[in-house]
């Protein structure tokens, strides 16, 4: 029989429970083909504080164990491994207890609320080797941008010089923030779209172009609709090669936008709505060339011809990708991948230690805002916790964490 992984989730929410469904083959609606289990693989539990969703477990899945406590089911003998999909500030808090209980992790994104709490998290996994930890980072698992990495690891294209990030489509109405207490709070969430919405992006965007020395970032607190955290948000980071970037993200744009640009010292990548990549390699009598060497050497006429014509007058090479990947496959994938270095030493595509990235960029964004200036990356721990337990401490509904 082949081994197998029993994966533990905790909180039988939207998330929760379309996890379930990947590990299950269930489909995620009526009418839906069921996405493929995961390889090695298997449901070993359900875990929810909400009687009425054990209920719907129960129901739904009568032959899993159901539990109240994620100790309890930590305990049970019945799973191999969890999956932490709670309230943010809970996912260091169990996976700490998970690990320090021999049990192995992956943590819903973000790793968590603070760059400190996150800390803790991977202090404990370095002092528990004989588990292993993760982050549901399924974008990772998109081969568009798996290739896009590498190609930017090569070196072909030269240096980053900027890069651009607009990704607002994930329109929220009031509604949706109404739907739990916690939600859209400082104290409950920890905060609004860098938190919830916009931390698969954070990540690949440091995954693919590095992480900046210095952010500075305008986030706009319920803008258009009723709430206390940022919900429109354009941050502009430095690199220590003076590249620069910006990250423009919201939830109140209807129509919404998804676009990629990196620009390079010898070319360009675009990529459209995640699904498709064009990478322009700069060229001039079939040998590739720079930025410069055009700036140093390109006629009137070659610049009316780069600038006007559809294909830039043959001064630069066209590639195009995509991805298709069907629903439930990135994030069974991501479960696959785990089980698969447990048992057999598979390299991991998000490893827990990649989780602190994106949680300081968000940390650093809302610090610069929270201040109206320019802070370092990363950025100081303490000042941006202080500053987080005001907000807490005014909203009145959640107490301050220590």
Known sequence: ??????????????????????????????????AAIPAYTELGAICDTDPAKREAAAAKFPNVPIYADYKEMIASGNVDAVITTVPHYLHHEMAIYAMEHGMHVIGE?????????????????????????????????????????????????????????????WWRPDSYYRQSDWRATWGGEGGGVLVNQAPHQLDLWQWICGTPVEVTSININGAHRDIAVENDVTIVTKYANGATGSFITCTHDAIGTDRLEIDFDAGKIVVENSLKATVYRMAKDGQRVTEKYMNDNISMMELAMLTRSNGGGGLYEVEEFENNDAWGVQHGTVMANFASHVLFG????????????????????????????????????????AKLNELIAAEGKFPVRD
């Open 1 to 34: 029989m082949d081994k197998k992984i029993r994966y533990g989730i905790i909180g039988f929410g939207a998330q929760g429970s379309s996890y379930v469904n990947i590990l299950t083959g269930t489909p995620a609606f009526p009418g839906f083909p069921a």
């Open 109 to 169: 994104k973000p790793a968590g609320v603070r760059a400190s709490d996150v800390q803790k998290m991977l202090d404990c996994a370095a002092a528990h080797p004989e588990v292993k930890l993760g982050i549901m980072f399924n974008q990772r698992t998109n081969k568009l941008y798996q290739k896009i990495r590498e190609i930017v690891a090569s070196g072909e294209l030269g240096e980053i010089r900027r890069s651009n990030w607009i990704i607002n489509t």
């Open 346 to 385: 598979t390299d991991l595509l998000a490893p827990g230690a990649d989780g602190i990235m994106g949680v300081r960029l968000a940390n650093a964004s809302q610090l610069s805002a929270w201040t109206g200036k320019t802070v370092s990356y990363p950025c100081d721990e303490a000042e941006y916790n």
